[in-house]
């Protein structure tokens, strides 16, 4: 299909004017050349088959003077004294396409000559007309093939004008409003003259004059390096003016119209402006010497939206009565009639790879079209009430506002991603910057909204109604006085936020240390009670080890005096047996020996009982101080807790507060630099 949709769209580079035939005559005389003599035996030849008033294809008749004067449906094909500019000559000569006759060889050069001379003459009727050869002149040089986006968006210079030509009590309704495909560049209808704003720092960059009365289109060429401004008074004249954005200069000034513009486009090549308003019909004119191209009748009310197509092959126009129309933009001849608006069609919109078209209406929808065959893509409800505009984005998004006092961003589906928040009042015109950053609407108020897309949250708005670089100059004096002031409001605050953090941290790391500190002396004293309770029980152990021995001592004495008591009373008997004498001393060694081992264990034992008395003691006051030190741990860790939650929030207030102030400094300092260049741009005046 998109084959197929190439190689027709091709095609209608091709097409233009129908067939005109001429024949040979008679070689140039010195005589006056008319119409009557020398060139209607040269159509009726060979053209009034196809060119009379029974059958004028094309709409172009060729049987009366004034009809081949009046041109077809395409346009006049007779330009008074210029040969080389009328296509009935080009075509006839083989100069274009498509060559006429059809299907056969150019004509004689004696014919040709004819004709050439008949034209440049001033092409009169008969003998008797009087000549009247429009004065030649070349209005502009626009021509231009665009290839995409420049390496250099074009920005105005810092020597436009920024004295508005007209200041109001109050805003006016935003009736126009474009922002360049390739710059930070946006323009706004204003009377009379039109507002070239930053639409990244919303900055006032110059004011272009439009003397013609209000500004009803506003449309940067496809390249951004021209602007076109149109409108005019209603029901008395309406104008185009083609500005150079980079200087701010007049290109042209295009059409003489007797009733206001409403709708307006320069082609792609910028070799044609489409005109539409109150009298229903769309004009096209050139933009090299101003002439009229051609004129398309169809339309059965004011003609509301014109566009070319993003490769110029296309025109869309609307009307008020619901009606949307594609033509061939180098013929006029009809390509699609697309209906299915059940109210005034207000806008209209091409895609930037051409495939398809947006259109917006009263009805409240937005409904897209592909140009293969002509047919809906897709409709959907944009704005209860009525959409009033309606912008592809590069990116293949539309932008939308409407009568419910909303601006809208959707998917290429129609899947709603953004709102806005509600407008003070009619929102009439929609933008979307060239990066699709930024959403541009206007109000009826006089108001342009500004918001981004990524959040749809407001960033600021246009001034309709500019002030006078005076004006300008004051007020950003007082601003700076103000924005200073604002950021020693804003150091102070943060001063005071840092000292109290400052402070706060204090704290916080002396509850820190107290916690470290108290920690360790409960550490230190659980292991005084762990060491009294080893103490205590290795005493007990000891002391009831010692009892265990006394006891067994005591058994040995007491063994030992029985048998020492008995072996005495043996040696009583026998005293003199030296046997028994020193069994008796041998066991009262051993009894000796046994009393001093009872008494020494018994000191022992009395040592180890009173050690076990001792350790038994000492365990509360160990047990005592680590309960004390555990109640000033809990008491350091509650501190603790407290100077954390008091520390907690200040870091983020510090930090706040620090935004507030970058941000009032970088408002400050952007004041500033706008003081600068307003008087630099004073004294440069």
């Not at 209608?12 to 005559?25: D, E, G, P, R, W």
């Not at 004067?69 to 040969?83: H, L, Q, T």
């Not at 150019?106 to 009169?124: C, F, Q, T, V, Y």
Request: aromatic share 4%; glycine share 8%; net charge positive.
């Amino acid at each position: 299909m998109v084959a197929a949709k190439n190689n027709r769209r091709l095609k209608i580079f091709a097409l233009t004017l129908s067939a005109l035939c001429v024949s040979a005559v008679s070689s140039f005389s010195q005589q006056k050349v008319t119409y009557d003599q020398a060139v209607l035996p040269i159509l009726r030849d060979k053209c009034m088959n196809c060119h009379s008033a029974d059958k004028a294809k094309s709409g172009l008749d060729m049987s009366t003077y004034g009809k081949i004067m009046e041109g077809g449906s395409s346009g006049a094909v007779i330009k008074p004294g210029d040969a080389d500019g009328s296509r009935l000559y080009a075509l006839a000569s083989h100069k274009e396409e498509p060559k006429m006759p059809p299907n056969a060889a150019a004509l004689a050069k004696e014919s040709l000559d004819s004709i050439r001379n008949w034209i440049n003459s001033g092409a009169p009727e008969n003998a008797g007309s009087k000549l009247n050869i429009p004065e030649k002149k070349t209005v502009a040089n626009l021509k231009k093939v665009f290839h995409g986006r420049p390496a250099t968006p074009p920005l105005p210079t810092l020597s436009l004008s920024q004295d508005p030509v007209v200041r109001t009590p109050r805003n006016n309704a935003v009736t126009a409003l474009a922002a360049s495909p390739w710059a930070s560049l946006v323009a706004v209808a204003s009377p009379k003259q039109v507002v070239l704003y930053n639409s990244d720092t919303l900055e006032l960059l110059g004011i272009l004059p439009f003397p013609h009365g209000q500004i009803n289109v506003l449309r940067f060429s496809r390249s951004g390096e021209v602007l076109l401004a149109a409108g005019g008074r209603g029901g008395k004249s309406g104008k185009v003016m083609l500005y150079d954005i980079k200087t701010g200069k007049v290109v042209t000034e295009i059409g003489d119209e007797t009733d206001a513009i409403l709708a307006a486009d320069l082609s792609p090549d910028q070799s044609m402006v489409a005109v539409g308003g109150p009298g229903r019909i769309v004009r096209v004119y050139s933009t090299s010497d101003g002439s009229k191209l051609r004129e398309i009748k169809k339309h059965t009310e004011w003609v509301t939206a014109i566009e070319f197509s993003p490769d110029g092959v296309l025109l869309a126009t609307a009307d008020r009565n619901g009606g949307l129309v594609v033509w061939e933009a180098n013929t006029g001849r009809e390509y699609f009639v697309l209906a299915g608006h059940r109210a005034a069609v207000t806008d209209v919109t091409w895609r930037d790879d051409g495939n398809q078209l947006a259109s917006s209406s009263e009805d409240g929808t937005i409904k897209t079209w592909e140009m293969e065959n002509g047919q809906p893509v897709r409709a959907f409800p944009a704005h209860g009430g009525g959409v009033q505009a309606v912008k592809f984005a590069h990116d293949g998004r539309l932008v939308t506002c409407g009568r419910d006092l909303r601006a809208k961003l959707f998917d290429g589906n129609g899947g709603q991603q953004r709102e806005s928040t509600g407008f003070p009042d009619l929102a009439m015109k929609v933008a979307i910057t060239h990066d699709g950053n930024r959403i541009l609407a206007g109000d009826w108020g006089g108001n342009v909204h500004v918001w981004q897309t990524a959040d749809a949250k407001k960033v600021g708005q246009l001034n309709t109604n500019p002030q006078t670089p005076a004006e300008r100059l004051e007020k950003a004096k007082a601003d700076l006085i103000a924005m200073q002031r604002v950021v020693e409001i804003a150091e102070g605050y943060f001063k005071e936020a840092q000292t109290q953090e400052q402070a706060l941290k204090t704290v916080f790391d002396a509850a820190t240390a107290s916690v470290a500190a108290s920690q360790k002396t409960v550490d230190t004293n659980k292991g005084a009670v762990d060491a009294s309770n080893k103490s205590a029980t290795d005493a007990q152990t000891r002391s009831e080890q010692m009892t265990r021995e006394v006891a067994a001592a005591q058994l040995k004495v007491n063994a030992f005096t029985t048998a020492l008591n008995q072996i005495k009373a043996e040696a009583a008997k026998t005293p003199n047996d030296p046997a028994i004498a020193k069994a008796v001393a041998d066991v009262q060694n051993t009894f000796n020996e046994a009393t001093a081992t009872h008494n020494r264990l018994k000191t022992e034992q009395q040592q180890a009982v009173k050690n076990a008395a001792d350790a038994k003691q000492k365990l509360p006051v160990a047990q005592k101080a680590f309960s004390d030190s555990q109640a000033q741990l809990k008491v350091a860790q509650d501190n603790h807790v407290k100077a954390d939650q008091n520390l907690k929030p200040a870091g983020p207030k510090t930090a706040a507060t620090k935004a507030v102030l970058d941000r009032a400094v970088a408002d400050r300092d952007a004041a500033k630099a706008l003081l600068e260049r307003l008087q630099q741009a004073g004294g440069k005046k």
